[in-house]
């Protein structure tokens, strides 16, 4: 796999849910960063969690971080039909501040 | 709120014409790059711009490609003969020389080669 995977690929849930997507990547990091995509519109970034923190919270999300493992993974507790869109984690790495590698994305559904 | 603003939101192009797209960062900004997504694909880096030169280019950002701050508010991407491959979303974005490395993203310029 490649440099910031996220799985599940898709993820359906009833509002009020909590959703937790994952995000593994292969080289060391400086920091990972969480970006959200609605539907044909730009990225919003949600959340930054630097290389040497494990966990990071803000408002009903709740990011963590295991270097050891490569891994991410992202938590919105008590969902909302407005947070459907796609979620995407993003990788720094080395001394560059703005090459962020990609992953795949989560499409995530939240039934009203 | 400060944003980053794209044009033009969709442009279509015959193969082999050159594409010019454009961008106004984030006033205070210093950092500006171009990613692309190709659709159902990842968001791919391209180039990263500062102090008025490339910090750093992708190897997708061929000898096809050009970026340009022609004034103190306009960041240009330019695609010198487009291919169908070059079909995508092109998104600028913008940081600031303070703050976590969050980069703030336009909305995205289409760009349809047929």
């Known amino acids: 796999s490649q440099q910031g995977e996220e799985d599940p690929q898709a993820l359906s849930i009833q509002e009020g849910e909590n959703a937790t997507m994952n995000c593994s990547y292969k080289t060391s990091i400086n920091n990972l960063q969480w970006y959200r995509q609605n539907s044909g519109r730009g990225l919003v970034h949600l959340i930054l969690?630097?290389?040497?923190?494990r966990e990071k919270h803000s408002g009903r999300l709740r990011v963590t971080l295991d270097t050891s493992k490569k891994s991410s993974s992202l938590l919105i507790t008590a969902s909302r039909a407005a947070d459907t869109a796609s979620y995407f984690c993003?990788?720094?790495?080395?001394?560059?501040?703005?090459?962020?590698?990609f992953g795949q994305g989560t499409i995530l559904t939240v039934h009203p | 709120e400060p944003e980053v603003t794209q044009t033009p939101s969709h442009q279509v192009t015959q193969m082999g014409q050159e594409v010019i797209l454009r961008c106004v960062p984030i006033s205070n900004h210093l950092y500006f790059y171009w990613y692309r997504q190709i659709l159902g694909q990842k968001v791919e880096f391209l180039v990263s711009f500062y102090n008025n030169e490339i910090s750093e280019k992708s190897e997708i950002f061929d000898d096809q490609f050009s970026v340009e701050r022609p004034d103190g508010s306009n960041f240009t991407l330019k695609i010198r003969s487009t291919k169908l491959e070059d079909s995508a979303m092109y998104f600028c974005a913008s940081r600031g020389t303070v703050g976590t490395g969050e980069l703030f993203f336009g909305e995205g310029s289409r760009l349809t080669v047929l």
């Open positions: 993003a990788t720094r790495g080395g001394t560059s501040y703005g090459k962020l590698t």
């Open positions: 969690i630097r290389s040497n923190e």
